[in-house]
């Protein structure tokens, strides 16, 4: 049952025939991981599609792969590891193509993963964010995950650093967002 935010009622989610229960939790790190910590890397365009809860996502990795899928994320309302339900569809170049006629806002990313994190390194307006996440499929993993010494600060509760929000966000804001952190990058 959704609210009128558009989140779950209630503290307990659960995952439906399609839809997952999204269990991650999110860090910021001063500087992206040196590359010979990289196992892959890929660059990530996401299309939040104007008035919906999905998103269009173009992931081109280094080896010449690309994939492309359509995620809805339904957020819940509540702290912790549970983020809400996800749901993915994963789509051809064809699907994908129409999909991309319609309105969207843009966010473009390096993701690079370092197990157990996948690191996402921002550039343009974003330059200077370096978010990472952990992913989870039961609560008591995400409760026991001890985060790498390089992350400097947790931001799970923080909805400021999900995609939905830093799509909107201003070069300025984010500036003021990682200094509450501690975090002040060079200019770009």
């Not at 439906?16 to 990289?38: D, I, M």
């Not at 269009?56 to 359509?70: M, N, P, T, V």
Request: charged share 25%; glycine share 8%; hydrophobic share 40%.
């Amino acid at each position: 049952m959704t609210d009128k935010a558009g989140g779950l009622e209630g503290r307990r989610v659960r995952p439906g025939k399609y839809a997952q229960v999204e269990r991650e939790r999110r860090f910021l790190l001063a500087n992206p991981p040196a590359p010979s910590s990289v196992t892959i890397s890929r660059v990530i365009t996401d299309r939040y599609l104007v008035g919906t809860r999905l998103r269009l996502r173009r992931a081109e990795f280094s080896d010449g792969r690309s994939e492309l899928k359509l995620t809805q994320k339904v957020p819940v309302p509540q702290p912790g590891a549970v983020q809400g339900l996800i749901t993915n569809t994963y789509l051809s170049l064809a699907e994908y193509e129409v999909l991309a006629s319609l309105p969207a806002v843009l966010l473009a990313k390096a993701r690079l993963s370092v197990p157990p994190l996948g690191v996402d390194v921002f550039d343009g307006r974003l330059h200077g964010l370096v978010l990472a996440e952990a992913e989870f499929t039961t609560d008591e993993e995400a409760q026991a995950f001890e985060p790498p010494a390089e992350c400097v600060a947790e931001v799970t509760d923080d909805a400021r650093f999900t995609g939905g929000r830093l799509v909107q966000t201003s070069r300025q804001e984010l500036l003021g967002w990682l200094a509450e952190y501690g975090i002040h990058p060079a200019a770009s």
